[in-house]
Each structure stands twice: as C-alpha cells, then as structure tokens.
C-alpha cells in the first residue's frame, strides 16, 4: 500500500466533499487503501467515521478512497479508534503488504520483526478493507481485483519490453512510455514490485506518484 504525505491543511473546509481537490492535487486521482485509478467520482473517506464521532472537515482526518474502499470500511472505524489500524498517511504501509501475487496479502515477515501490534493493525485495516477480495460472481461489481491484473500485466509487458532495449536512447524513450502506463493504470505497489529488481524504474515511479512517501519506498527489502 502507498505510503503517502498529504502535507499540511491547505485551507479551512465548510464542506467536506471540497477536500476532494486538494487531495487529488497532493496524492493523485487515486485510492488511499487499494491503489486503483479513480476515473470518476471520487469519495473523500473520513479515517474516523464521521457519523460516530469523527472529525468531519479535519484534513487529518481524510483521504481520497474509490467507492469500493470506502463501502467495505463504511463506519467501522469510530472517534478514537483509528489507533487500532495502519494508515497510509501516517505508517510505512509499504513493507507492512507484500503484492507480488494476484492478490495482496501481509507481509508476514516484515511484520514479524515489528511486533504483534503493528501485524494486529495491518491485518485490521486489510479485512476492513477487504483488499484480497475476488469476485466469485459476474454480478459482483467490486473492480479492484480486475483492475489490479490489468495493471500488473501492463507492467510485466513493459518490463519485457525494457529488459529487450540495449539502446540507451530506445530505453529513454521507452521509460517515459512507461511512465505515462503507470500513473494511468495506477496500482503504485503493483509496479514497484514488478521492477523491484529495476532500480532505475523503482525510483521514476516513486517520483512519478505524487504525494508517495520516498523514505518508506527507497529500501525495498
């Protein structure tokens, strides 16, 4: 999951929903918690629901979610009880994930070095979410999963293509490309751990997302 800054409060809001652009300017027009591109319509997630107590118009309080994020979170999460899960925002929650797999999953490993509390709050935020969610039925509607694949096979095409390219400025040329499939597919992690091995790749898109928290993404391990 990215890791991300959304910097200090820009303004004061009268309306929630009008963080909706600030957001997007500092993180992208992306989900907070399953990383899928947002093409339309999206939610400003309250981290502590407003409707049991959580700030309404605090920007600490809020992130850019997809529809399907915030459906499964709903209102689970009351005043004070943020605590009991990582955010991104707020936690390195890039190494607390592993998605080298069609589905994400926990990174058992890394979390074990951390300690039970921190495996219990990666492990609450990832069933409040749902994030391995996989659609059983042609009816069920959550997109997460396919559009996860999507971008994975964009990825693995790309990383083919680059890995072929002797030509310095092929590559170049061939990076930009990349890039730009990127930051239209979304899926921040998904990439990253395509051309983990790809130094060069790893650190363009980390740059390329903005508003991603570089110093929990620079050790990969």
């Known amino acids: 999951m990215r890791p991300v800054d959304k910097g200090e409060a820009p ?4 309306q929630y929903k009008d963080a909706e652009k600030d957001l997007e300017a500092r993180l992208g027009a992306y989900c907070s918690f399953c990383e899928m591109t947002i093409n339309h319509a999206p939610e400003v997630e309250h981290k502590e629901a407003k409707a049991k107590g959580g700030a309404e118009l605090e920007w600490e309080n809020l992130l850019l979610s997809c529809k399907y994020c915030n ?8 005043k004070g009880e943020k605590g009991k899960y990582l955010w991104p925002d707020e936690d390195d929650t890039f190494h607390a994930y592993l998605y080298d797999k069609d589905l ?13 509390e921190e495996r219990d709050k990666a492990e609450r935020l990832f069933d409040l979410l749902q994030l391995d969610h996989f659609p059983l039925t042609p009816k069920d509607k959550d997109r997460r ?8 096979n964009c990825a693995l095409e790309n990383k083919k293509t680059l890995e072929k390219l002797k030509d310095s400025s ?3 040329a061939f990076l930009k490309q990349t890039e730009q499939l990127a930051l239209a597919t979304g899926f921040f ?8 091995d790809d130094k060069e790749v790893r650190q ?8 991603t928290k570089e110093e929990y993404c620079k050790d990969f391990e």
């Open 104 to 116: 994400p999953r926990l990174n058992e490993a890394y979390l074990e070095g951390k300690g039970r």
């Open 204 to 211: 363009m898109l980390i740059s390329s997302f903005k508003g």
């Open 189 to 196: 992690s998904v990439w990253v751990e395509v051309f983990k």
């Open 71 to 78: 459906t499964r979170k709903g209102t689970r999460v009351g």
């Open 145 to 152: 999963y396919r559009s996860r694949n999507e971008a994975r």
């Open 170 to 172: 092929l590559r170049k």
């Open 11 to 14: 303004q004061e809001y009268t």
